[in-house]
């Protein structure tokens, strides 16, 4: 078949009851498993950094914390590139390319981990390096909402980044159990560490190697399946120029206030969760829990995005910031008081689904906004004008997909930093969650002016 789609319509019913649904969902399926590595690679520190003592490596807590929070800047800071790429080099080819870079830092953090004298300025450039999956969730989403109609953004948005998210449990929950045993043998997993448990009085072999060598085989099986069976699409075609016009468009910055609240905390929680509990609550076995926030906020997402379609995403998204505030104060902050580590827990992975829905509906409202806004520019100007300014809504929109979504990453490293700083001074992340809780107040308040209210600016 033709990897370059030269007729895309999907605005067209027609078109797509006849062929572009079928087109459209697969290149979805074949981008959320990649997605999903891409996050596992990303969020490998959150399960390392927690287990690096037991292996001989010494390094403060500050510094675990940093190490957790590191991979966030970096993933970030490539989002705001990868935003752009997809219209330059087209879907199948980028996602073919970024999904194989994700090589690097999984095959580097395999032979990095098998010896405990690896400087922290190694593990800090291979922290760095992780980033590049964080980076590959902007370019899945700009590539992915160019295959959809208005009507199924929410859905299909939502799907991609929900089951991708779920990358962030998956490595959290894959990773402690493949560690515990030489499964790739002795030459690729290394002689491994014994770690006396002076609780038990048990000693155990692990293998950190494995947090990083497990990934490979599937990345290699991603890769293989993006560049033979996805699509480029020949009129998402724009440079970096066309899509610049966003930087001017004030919903474009509004939105990446919002995200920052939503996906920001989420990956935030899910990047500092394990060191937070370790922290807090050293009789806990991190393990057993660290992936239970991260899976529920992830299952969260799709239900946002499908709500959103039914109900409006301003709406949504105005609850789930206002719930946020509540189950910090009524939650979070007296469990951490009242040292109660399961009703700790269960806050925390109610804030988790608050963060996955509040995901789904800030990303089913940037289309909406950015449609409604290229269709009032050109109203009474004709059909043809009318179709021109849903292609140029399409570029927009999936530019402010990619582009939100690496502004809102930054929230994976100041969340673990601030629960870091905020124990190292007061010993208490209390100073973080009151941050946390301002910040929160201030997404409720410009959601409700410019998208909820009777009368908003951009109602959706």
């Known amino acids: 078949m033709s990897h370059v789609l030269s007729k895309w319509e999907p605005e067209n019913a027609a078109f797509w009851n006849k062929e572009g649904s079928s087109i459209a969902n697969r290149n979805l399926w074949i981008s959320i498993p990649a997605l999903m590595l891409a996050f596992s690679v990303w969020m490998l520190w959150s399960v390392v950094?927690?287990?690096l003592d037991k292996a001989g490596f010494k390094f403060s807590k500050d510094q675990l914390f940093f190490l957790t929070a590191l991979p966030a800047l970096s993933g970030a800071t490539l989002r705001i590139f990868y935003s752009f790429l997809i219209p330059i080099f087209g879907g199948r080819k980028w996602t073919a390319i970024s999904t194989a870079?994700?090589?690097i830092p999984a095959i580097g953090m395999g032979f990095a981990l098998q010896d405990p004298t690896t400087s922290y300025s190694t593990l800090l450039i291979l922290a760095l390096l992780c980033g590049l999956g964080g980076g590959n969730f902007s370019s899945s989403m700009s590539n992915i909402s160019f295959f959809f109609p208005k009507s199924r953004k929410g859905y299909a948005t939502g799907?991609?980044?929900g089951i991708g998210n779920l990358g962030v449990s998956v490595v959290q929950f894959v990773a402690p159990l493949v560690i515990s045993s030489a499964m790739f043998g002795v030459a690729i997993s290394g002689e491994g560490y014994l770690f006396h448990n002076a609780k038990t009085g048990v000693d155990k072999m692990f293998w950190l190697a494995n947090a990083g060598f497990i990934w490979v085989p599937f990345?290699?099986?991603a890769t293989l399946a993006a560049w033979f069976g996805m699509n480029d699409i020949a009129s998402a075609k724009a440079s970096f120029a066309e899509q610049a016009v966003i930087f001017k468009r004030k919903h474009n910055w509004l939105m990446c206030w919002l995200y920052v609240g939503t996906f920001g905390s989420f990956i935030g929680f899910s990047a500092g969760f394990a060191m937070l509990i370790k922290a807090q609550f050293p009789e806990v076995d991190v393990t057993k829990f660290a992936f239970l926030?991260?899976?529920?906020g992830a299952l969260a997402r799709p239900i946002g995005g499908i709500l959103s379609d039914k109900i409006g995403g301003a709406r949504l998204t105005l609850w789930s910031f206002a719930a946020m505030v509540l189950t910090i104060v009524i939650g979070i902050l007296p469990a951490l008081h009242e040292h109660q580590f399961m009703m700790f827990l269960g806050s925390f992975i109610v804030m988790f689904i608050l963060t996955g829905i509040g995901n789904g509906s800030t990303f089913t409202m940037i289309p909406i906004i950015f449609q409604t806004e290229r269709a009032r520019a050109v109203a009474g100007k004709g059909e043809a004008a009318l179709v021109q300014s849903r292609l140029d809504a399409a570029k927009e929109s999936a530019a402010v997909l990619g582009f939100s979504g690496a502004i809102g990453a930054y929230g994976g490293f100041f969340i673990p930093q601030s629960f870091g700083t905020?124990?190292?001074m007061t010993g208490s992340p209390d100073m973080a969650l009151y941050?946390?809780?301002?910040?929160y107040i201030s997404c409720m308040i410009i959601t409700w002016w410019y998208y909820s209210r009777k009368g908003a600016e951009m109602p959706c």
């Open 49 to 51: 950094a927690a287990n």
């Open 101 to 103: 870079s994700l090589l």
């Open 159 to 161: 799907m991609n980044a």
């Open 219 to 221: 990345i290699i099986a």
């Open 293 to 296: 926030g991260p899976l529920a």
């Open 422 to 424: 905020a124990i190292k």
């Open 435 to 439: 941050t946390f809780i301002c910040f």
